[in-house]
């Protein structure tokens, strides 16, 4: 992975000067000033600053030293390689708007580390829970479908997995005219996609990871080697959540509970119970149990044009409102 630490060498990373109020509250990082708080959690906090000389706005990132799994590193470095490849590729240019910007990085002379990033709107879980029964419309959750395969489709293409996909690690950009630019975030756990690379790097192999719940049987297995198909996994998770409201695994917490549970899931019975499953959900799930269909990108792009061909069936426009517009 040197090809990736290497990338990075041109953004600042030495030791910033950090300037305290009287309550040892850190009020400027370098050039950025801490406005607010945003939120916290075991990785450390996320501040909301300011660029004294630019007027940059951002979100500022701290994983404290000593935190167990320190992964903001790893993060900053992925997206950052990821952007390069994109950005010099015509034809993947686009997935580009998938990812946040970065702005700036650093670390503190005992070794904690920050980021600066664009500051995003409100995460998907946040506006499916302002929605009338915290539920999305069909056409939301098929447009979130649609995106959520398009977003995840560049970083597969750069051969890497990103390995916690859920609503929550979506976010919508803030400004007015951008409430349909989703961004994927949190790429703490990412993972080159053993499928492309026999000898692949992963910081964290070994240890299970990813949110139980919309995670794939087989990322969830001892000695689990991660590829692309975990994260079209996790989307179909998500979108059959979207779609029905529920997961039938939903409230457990017992690993091997949710692993059968998932492994026997039949949409027959699920729709007989009352669900309402769009068809292309079950395309969608017999491409994903058929290791034939496992062709990187190929995957990606016949369940695209299977959403394509559905959404033109039911005459769903993208001229349609979304739920949060």
């Known amino acids: 992975m040197d090809v990736i630490n290497n990338s990075c060498n041109e953004m600042s990373q030495q030791n910033c000067t950090i300037v305290y109020n009287n309550n040892n509250y850190p009020q400027w990082v370098d050039n950025w000033q801490i406005v607010d708080f945003i939120n916290s959690g075991t990785f450390g ?18 994983e404290y030293v000593g935190v167990e799994f320190p992964l903001l590193t790893n993060e900053i470095n992925h997206i950052i390689y990821i952007q390069n490849i994109l950005i010099n590729d015509y034809n993947f240019k686009n997935s580009l708007r998938y990812l946040p910007h970065i702005f700036d990085r650093g670390s503190y002379a005992d070794g904690s580390v920050f980021c600066v990033m664009e500051l995003l709107g409100p995460d998907l879980l946040q506006l499916k829970n302002q929605q009338t029964s915290c539920q ?8 979130l479908l649609r995106e959520m395969i398009r977003a995840i489709r560049g970083v597969h293409y750069c ?12 976010c919508i950009r803030k400004e007015c005219n951008e409430k349909r630019s989703l961004v994927l975030i949190d790429f703490g756990l990412i993972s080159q996609d053993s499928s492309c690379f026999p000898n692949y790097f992963d910081n964290l192999k070994g240890k299970t990871v990813g949110t139980l719940c919309y995670s794939s049987c087989q990322s969830q297995l001892s000695k689990a080697k991660p590829t692309f198909v ?23 917490n017992d690993k091997n509970l949710v692993y059968n549970m998932k492994i026997n899931l039949n949409l027959i019975n699920l729709q007989n119970s009352g669900c309402h499953i769009p068809h292309v959900m079950h395309e ?15 995957l990606h792009d016949k369940i695209l044009s299977l959403i394509d061909e559905e959404l033109r069936i039911l005459e769903f426009h993208d001229t349609l409102l979304l739920d949060w517009e």
């Open 136 to 143: 999305f419309t069909l056409w939301t959750s098929y447009w």
């Open 159 to 170: 051969g890497f997995v990103h390995r916690d996909i859920k609503l929550a690690n979506f």
């Open 45 to 62: 906090k996320i501040f909301h600053v300011i660029n004294s000389y630019t007027n940059v706005v951002g979100a500022m990132k701290i």
């Open 284 to 298: 969608i799930y017999c491409l994903l149990l058929n290791p034939l269909e496992h062709k990187r990108l190929y």
């Open 230 to 252: 975990d994260d079209l996994w996790s989307i179909f998770y998500v979108s059959l959540e979207n779609f029905t409201g529920t997961l039938p695994w939903k409230t457990s």
